[in-house]
């Protein structure tokens, strides 16, 4: 079964090799990666495709709709991980527009468990009506939430003891908001970029 996948892992490997034959033993090595990407689950959102980087230089949590809930314990330790063991300087939070999840969280219709995994959306939404309200087109009402759905959850990462703590004991670690465009390959960054406690007070 899935012989096809197999295949297309051999040839992946063996293009590897060719370009830089010490790249697995070197790969294996460790991971020394500068970057935690947190990103949504979409498959045409491939984390390390987007910024060019090769295994080892990002490391990667995803889920539905990019969220970085306090109360996820997979969410909270990867953040861990990567704070505190790997030392990364930089953790982006990756939405992207046309957002299942972003729009599955407003659209009125229940769905079961991921329902609840999407209520911080939905308080986003609550707190944002108003402004989103005033968007006439739908589309761009949800691109909107999207961006406002990072934000959120840059300021979840932001506030989290373990990057709190990082800073507290000088740590360099920044906190990057963007948002990918399927349309056209392109991030865009969000102007949210924490890199200490006193740049929470920037965030709505």
Excluded at 11 to 36: C, H, I, M
Aim: glycine share 6%; proline share 4%.
């Amino acid at each position: 079964m899935l012989e096809h996948l197999k295949e297309r892992n051999r040839a992946w490997a063996a293009r590897k090799v060719s370009v830089d034959p010490s790249f697995f033993t070197r790969l294996a090595g460790q991971q020394a990666p500068e970057y935690l990407w947190i990103g949504c689950s979409d498959s045409r959102v491939p984390a390390n495709e987007i910024v060019d980087l090769d295994p080892g230089e990002l490391f990667v949590h995803r889920n539905v709709a990019n969220l970085a809930p306090p109360q996820d314990a997979n969410y909270l330790s990867v953040l861990q991980f990567a704070v505190d063991v790997l030392k990364v300087k930089h953790v982006m939070v990756v939405g992207h527009y046309g957002c299942g999840g972003v729009a599955a969280a407003v659209d009125g219709q229940r769905r079961g468990l991921v329902d609840h995994w999407l209520h911080p959306i939905r308080e986003v939404h609550h707190h944002h009506r108003h402004e989103l309200e005033a968007i006439p087109e739908e589309r761009d009402r949800l691109d909107r939430l999207c961006e406002l759905n990072v934000m959120r959850q840059v300021r979840n990462v932001a506030s989290d003891v373990f990057v709190q703590d990082a800073w507290a004991r000088g740590q360099e670690l920044s906190v990057h908001g963007w948002v990918y465009s399927i349309t056209n390959g392109l991030v865009t960054d969000l102007g949210a970029t924490l890199s200490g406690p006193e740049d929470l007070l920037q965030l709505d």
